[in-house]
């Protein structure tokens, strides 16, 4: 089932429009270390990338993002990541990996040299796409713990999703008050549970990579504003 969700997350992300104007991009690595993998799972090709799956990013700066997974870091796939996502003439900037270096050709193209320690130069860097490496890798690290190679796109698809649309929850939601509510009243909240006041929302996520088995992740509880003065005893407003 959760297979299926990611599948309409990348439905969702399908119908996104090309970027233009500014965009970031880069890539990134996803895989464990060869140190510390068991001596029959280690591929003895070196250390760095070996092992590990990369993938490529857009990051505009309106801040949606568009990542794809690659079979290679050359030319021809992260350029061609580039001109499938970002309309010709816009503004890309990247670090100073040489397989950018045909963009010019139709991009106002400019990098920054991460090598010599230089990551913003005016409006030049790629901060804001990194910072997506930074949710992507600690949802890998520390929530899926692994991504199965075959699915990664529907990995990725379900991360695109939650950023892009927190994104655009974040410039629509205003909050005009805040309340604070003490001692909650067991029987009323059970009542409003039976009458379909409160909802259930059950957070269930894989037991194990490559299980059949879900855990709950957490149980969260929606009611209105309007229902959630009957379940407490006291109530206070902040501001």
């Known amino acids: 089932m959760l297979g299926r969700i ?3 997350a990348g439905g969702i992300n399908s119908h996104e429009l090309p970027f233009d104007q500014e965009v970031e ?10 140190s510390n993998k068991h001596f029959d799972k280690k591929l003895n090709l070196g250390r760095g990338p070996v092992g590990k799956q990369a993938v490529v990013g857009a990051r505009s700066r309106d801040g949606r993002v568009k990542v794809q997974g690659v079979a290679r ?5 992260l350029c061609g990541f580039i001109t499938q996502h970002v309309i010709p003439g816009s503004s890309v900037y990247t670090d100073e990996n040489a397989a950018y270096a045909g963009l010019k050709s139709q991009y106002e193209h400019d990098h920054v040299k991460h090598s010599i ?3 913003v ?3 030049v860097h790629t901060n804001g796409i990194e910072s997506f490496w930074a949710l992507l890798k600690r949802g890998y690290y520390g929530v899926f713990h692994h991504f199965t190679w075959k699915h990664l796109q529907r990995y990725l698809d379900e991360f695109e999703v939650r950023w892009n ?6 410039q629509e939601s205003v909050y005009e008050r805040a309340d604070c509510f003490e001692n909650l009243q067991l ?7 039976v009458a379909g006041t409160v909802k259930i929302d059950f957070d269930a996520r894989e037991a194990k990579p490559g299980s059949k088995g879900l855990r709950n992740h957490g149980t969260k509880f929606r009611i209105s504003p309007d229902d ?12």
């Open 6 to 8: 990611r599948e309409v």
């Open 25 to 34: 991009v880069d890539e990134a690595y996803l895989g464990g270390k060869e």
């Open 73 to 77: 870091t050359d030319r021809t796939e």
């Open 117 to 119: 320690g230089e990551y």
């Open 121 to 123: 130069r005016g409006k």
């Open 165 to 170: 649309m927190a994104g655009m929850a974040g």
């Open 187 to 193: 029987s009323f909240f059970i009542w409003e549970v």
């Open 228 to 239: 959630i003065c009957r379940i407490y005893a006291k109530k206070e407003r902040l501001c």
